[in-house]
């Protein structure tokens, strides 16, 4: 009995050791979060950081409310920087991420 709980702490230890690689699997090699296969070009994608209320509204299951909180904490150097920052929930962002994308200024 006792092998057998030294066993399932071990395996337990071993298991979370890896958990930390299991948070970074859904990013690219840059550190941006990926997007699926079907999502739309980027050209096609909503620019957080210029869009209007309206225009971000076009985005899959954005409200009213989340818009709002988008515009007001611009500007977004990228568009992980919404969770980063906490303005959505992680949860919303998997929700968006496909259908945005955060433009720059040229200077």
Not at 10 to 35: E, F, H, N, V
Not at 51 to 64: F, I, S, W, Y
Request: hydrophobic share 40%; glycine share 6%.
């Amino acid at each position: 009995m006792r092998a057998r709980t030294r066993f399932t702490v071990w395996a337990i230890a071993i298991a979370c050791m890896g958990l930390p690689g299991i948070a970074q699997y859904d990013r690219d090699s840059s550190g941006a979060p990926k997007t699926s296969q079907n999502a739309p070009p980027p050209e096609a994608r909503i620019d957080i950081n210029h869009a209007t209320e309206d225009q971000l509204l076009k985005v899959p299951g954005m409200t009213r409310s989340w818009a709002g909180r988008i515009i007001r904490f611009r500007p977004y150097r990228v568009k992980g920087d919404l969770m980063e920052m906490g303005v959505v929930p992680d949860y919303f962002f998997d929700r968006i991420k496909d259908y945005i994308i955060a433009h720059h200024e040229k200077q």
